[in-house]
Nanobody, 113 residues
């Protein structure tokens, strides 16, 4: 059984930075993709960034501002978020697919203008 636990969310002003972490436990294999998704109030969940075998993909809205990384030895996924904007406000979820999909409980990110 796979478990994902996110941390690092919080409240920041526009232009600030946050670093999200996702600690994974269970049968985690480095060749399966892990990613970050977010869901703003009243909106559908959307992809933020994904990493698979070292290859990264970003949503256009976060390119150049967010960086996804993965420590396979520690089974931890990170999301460094810089130059945050109010529109980045959302609950951020960690995702792992093997190919069954697993989700964390989410962590709230609030960016004020």
């Amino acid at each position: 059984q796979v478990q994902l636990v996110e941390s690092g969310g919080g409240s920041v002003q526009a232009g600030g930075s946050l670093r999200l972490s996702c600690a994974a436990s269970g049968s985690i294999f480095s060749w399966f993709p892990m990613g970050w998704y977010r869901q703003a109030l009243g909106k559908q969940r959307e992809l933020v960034a994904v990493i698979s075998s070292g290859v990264t993909t970003y949503a256009d809205s976060v390119k150049g501002r967010f960086t996804i990384s993965r420590d396979n030895a520690a089974a931890t996924l990170y999301l460094q978020m810089n130059s945050l904007k109010p529109e980045d406000t959302a609950i951020y979820y960690c995702n792992y697919q093997n190919p069954k999909t697993y989700w964390g409980q989410g962590t709230q990110v609030t960016v004020s203008s």
